[in-house]
């Protein structure tokens, strides 16, 4: 006969699925820091040793990283989607910023389209309450407060359709975009005019998704991220103009 005897569980491996699926869902982020041992097993309800014994595995899994006297934090490594020579490549090549948003258009109308479509009722006061925030911080005129919130609204819009490889995968581009490897965001909200289209046009994204509109919240994140490549060919140029003023400049000094 094929079958077999079915053996209860072990609670240390209830925890270790628990802390997999927060992992896989994006709840836990790399290099977040996990509650202490007496806390954590507390609200586990499983004794500290079964609680060491799965944190035991999920290290050697590479999920988990124990610091000397600073705790349990999730595994940064799982941030990290390329290797250090291609992100330097992604840093010094122009290309790369234009293929970069291409793919964001791609993947991000896709994901406001799941978001129209799939978001819970959470989902959807996360995007409009981190929208909020932008509205509030576009008030106070601050681009480094825009620039972070910027991409909190993205990722909030791609965490509510619910999909953990997409999810995964531009969370590993947002990380890069926030280093500085393919644009500097805060350069986009320093001109005036510029910050009062990106709201808008956030707005549109927001309303969109929150109306459940797949296609018109597709639509709207393509229109931002085409907007969003059209002002980096103009800072590019703009920078290349300043560059031949400089040098055009220095030959006239030498005139004088």
Do not use: W
């Not at 932008?134 to 008030?139: I, K, S």
Request: net charge negative; charged share 30%; with cysteine.
């Amino acid at each position: 006969m094929p079958f077999q005897k079915i053996d209860s569980e072990k609670l240390s491996q209830t925890v270790v699925r628990q802390i997999e699926r927060l992992i896989l869902q994006g709840v836990l982020r790399p290099g977040e820091r996990l509650p202490s041992e007496r806390d954590l097993a507390e609200r586990l309800a499983v004794s500290r040793p079964s609680l060491r014994e799965a944190v035991a595995e999920l290290e050697e899994a590479g999920l988990l990283a124990t610091r000397a006297g600073s705790g349990i934090y999730v595994a940064e490594v799982l941030g990290s989607a390329f290797s250090p020579a291609l992100i330097k490549l992604f840093s010094v090549h122009d290309d790369a910023v234009s293929d970069y948003v291409d793919f964001r258009r791609d993947m991000e109308g896709l994901a406001a389209e799941r978001a129209a479509r799939f978001a819970s009722d959470t989902d959807l006061q996360v995007i409009d309450t981190i929208f909020a925030r932008m509205e509030a911080a576009h008030a106070k005129r601050d681009p480094s407060d825009e620039a972070a919130l910027d991409a909190e609204f993205h990722m909030a819009i791609i965490e509510a359709g619910h999909n953990v490889i997409m999810l995964h995968m531009m969370r590993s581009m947002f990380d890069l975009l926030k280093a500085g490897v393919f644009y500097n965001r805060q350069a986009i909200f320093r001109q005036r005019q510029t910050r009062d289209t990106l709201l808008d046009q956030h707005r549109a994204i927001r309303d969109a998704i929150l109306a459940r509109d797949p296609v018109a919240a597709r639509t709207a994140v393509e229109a931002h991220l085409t907007f969003v490549q059209d002002c980096l060919s103009d800072l590019r140029r703009a920078d290349r103009n300043e560059d031949v003023a400089r040098l055009r400049l220095q030959q006239e000094q030498t005139r004088g």
